[in-house]
C-alpha cells in the first residue's frame, strides 16, 4: 500500500479527526532549487510568513539534498518527521515519486501531507507513524520497515527531540546499509527526552559515520563544518550531516 498507517490509540484518533475538520488550511506556492510545487499547510502557522517574505526555508539543505540526490543513479529517500512535504516534494521532483518515502506521526499534518502528494499517488510512499527505536502497535522502526521497502540511500531526520530513537531503530540499516543522513538536532527536546545531541553523536560514530554540521542552514550564506570545529548551540536547533 502506497499510503501506510501505524496509530493505536482511538482517543488520539478522534481527537485529530476532530481537529482536522476544525483547522483551515492554505496553499503555499513553493520555488526552490528542486523546481516549483504546491504546499498544503495549515493556515495561520509561521511557515508561511516566513517563506514569504524571504523567499526560501534551509537553502543550504536544500543544495545539498538536491547534490546528493542527483548524484546517484534512482536514489531511494526517506524523508522522517515530513509535516506538510516540503521535502518529500522536493524528493520527488528532482529523483521520482516511487523513490519518496515520507513518515509524519501527526494525523492531521498527515493529512495535509496526502494533499501535497494528491498527484504522486499511489507512487509515493507515506507513512502515519512515529518512528521510534522498535515496532508496536503506533510506532515504527526503519529496520522493521526497510524489511518490505526498498533500503535508503538518504535520509533526513526532523522530529523535534526523538532523533535518537529513531536511529536507534535503524542500526542495522547504519550498518548494513550505510545511508547519508541529515539529522536535525534538538538539544533543548533531546535533553527533556532523557538524552542528548552527544549521545546522537557517539551512536553514529560507532557506526562509522563522519560528522559535519551547519549551525545556521536556514541561510544562503552558512557552510559545512567538521563537529569538532564548531561551538554548538546549547538551546537552538542545527542540522549535522553523516556520512
Not at 34 to 47: D, I, M
Not at 54 to 80: A, C, H, M, Q
Not at 110 to 123: C, G, I, K, N, V
Request: negative net charge.
Amino acid at each position: 500500500m502506497p499510503v501506510e498507517r501505524v496509530r493505536g490509540n482511538v482517543l488520539e484518533d478522534m481527537f485529530w479527526k476532530l481537529k482536522r475538520y476544525r483547522t483551515t488550511q492554505t496553499t503555499v506556492e513553493i520555488r526552490n532549487c528542486a523546481g516549483e510545487y504546491r504546499l498544503v499547510v495549515p493556515e495561520g502557522t509561521s511557515f508561511v510568513e516566513k517563506y514569504e517574505s524571504t523567499g526560501e526555508y534551509e537553502p543550504v539543505f536544500e543544495r545539498e539534498l538536491k547534490d546528493r540526490l542527483s548524484s546517484l543513479d534512482d536514489p531511494t529517500y526517506y524523508d522522517i518527521g515530513s509535516r506538510w512535504g516540503y521535502f518529500t516534494k522536493f524528493s520527488c521532483l528532482v529523483t521520482s515519486p516511487g523513490s519518496t518515502h515520507g513518515f509524519d506521526a501527526n494525523p492531521h499534518w498527515f493529512a495535509l501531507l496526502q494533499q501535497t502528494h494528491e498527484s504522486d499517488l499511489p507512487d509515493i510512499t507515506l507513512t502515519n507513524a512515529y518512528v521510534a527505536s522498535e515496532s508496536d502497535d503506533d510506532t515504527i522502526c526503519i529496520d522493521d520497515y526497510r524489511l518490505g521497502h526498498d533500503a535508503p540511500d538518504i535520509v533526513k531526520i526532523d522530529i523535534e527531540g526523538s532523533e535518537y530513537e529513531a536511529l536507534e531503530g535503524m542500526r542495522a540499516t547504519l550498518d548494513d546499509v550505510h545511508p547519508e543522513l541529515f539529522v536535525e538536532i534538538h538539544p533543548t527536546y533531546l535533553r527533556d527526552r532523557g538524552t542528548s545531541a552527544a549521545a546522537v553523536f557517539e551512536l553514529l560514530r560507532e557506526v562509522g559515520y563522519e560528522l559535519r554540521v551547519a549551525t545556521d542552514h536556514r541561510t544562503k550564506s552558512d557552510v559545512w563544518s567538521p563537529l569538532s570545529d564548531v561551538e554548538l548551540p546549547s538551546d537552538g536547533d542545527y542540522l549535522v550531516l553523516a556520512e
